[in-house]
């Protein structure tokens, strides 16, 4: 079946620091990945996505990065703040997935002051 | 423009009730679906609809019920409440099916 993994469960970085979280995904027909940020006791947001064809796109301090070669995908957030501390979701999804919106475990993001 | 709206947030059950969590959008969205979320498990697809009249089975569906007799409303149903449904639950709508999702708030429940 499909599968969504996040390398590490919890991250913790300085502010200030630019922060790397890592997603990766098996569903080769997945053409379209989105970035979910969850603070605590909210119901998950939408940050930034990117399609198949391209492999990197930027938005206000967050740029997200796909390897389709190796099925991997990153968000990196410049100048971390204590805001950015949640915790972050890839959802690979795309024409060739079955509806079925598949999450990850998800990386926490911790931000010290 | 209220989004995805969930009631109740916060509920709690025994052991062999029943109750229906209610989950509603106004945003003319066709897909939507519940997750539950438990402490480092993420989101797990419990149910999801392409449409008014069609459901489908996620990741974990034993023990829930689901239709979709509007494109407005997607409630969840809980048969015979058990511990192990003790959970966040989270409702979501989109557009399409590949399309970004937008989350309700949340129903807490915990089942004793």
């Known amino acids: 079946g499909e599968s969504v993994g996040l390398h590490l469960p919890t991250l913790s970085v300085q502010e200030g620091d630019n922060s790397i979280i890592n997603c990766a995904y098996s569903?080769?027909?997945?053409?379209?990945f989105i970035w979910y940020k969850q603070e605590s006791g909210k119901g998950p947001q939408f940050i930034i996505d990117?399609?198949?064809?391209?492999d990197k796109r930027q938005g206000q301090r967050v740029t997200v990065l796909l390897n389709k070669t190796v099925k991997h995908l990153s968000l990196q957030i410049a100048a971390t703040q204590p805001g950015d501390s949640a915790v972050y979701f890839c959802?690979?999804?795309?024409?060739?997935?079955?509806?079925?919106?598949?999450f990850g475990q998800g990386t926490t993001l911790q931000v010290k002051p | 423009n209220a989004g995805v709206t969930q009631t109740p947030k916060f509920q709690v059950l025994k052991t062999g009730q029943s109750m229906t969590l209610q989950c509603a959008q106004d945003?003319?969205?066709?897909?939507m679906s519940w997750y539950r979320q438990d402490p480092g498990m993420g989101l797990r697809l419990i149910h999801y609809?392409?449409?008014?009249?069609?459901?489908d089975q996620g990741e974990v569906p034993n023990g829930y019920n689901v239709s979709r007799s509007t494109t407005e409303d997607f409630p969840l149903r809980l048969l015979s409440a058990a511990p192990s449904q003790t959970s966040v639950y989270f409702c979501?709508?989109?557009?399409?099916?590949?399309?970004?999702?937008?989350f309700g708030q949340g129903t807490r429940l915990t089942v004793v």
């Open positions: 979501a709508s989109s557009y399409e099916m590949n399309t970004e999702a937008f």
């Open positions: 569903n080769s027909a997945s053409d379209y």
């Open positions: 990117i399609r198949s064809n391209m």
């Open positions: 959802a690979p999804t795309g024409s060739g997935n079955t509806g079925k919106l598949i």
């Open positions: 945003m003319n969205h066709e897909y």
């Open positions: 609809s392409v449409g008014a009249g069609i459901t």
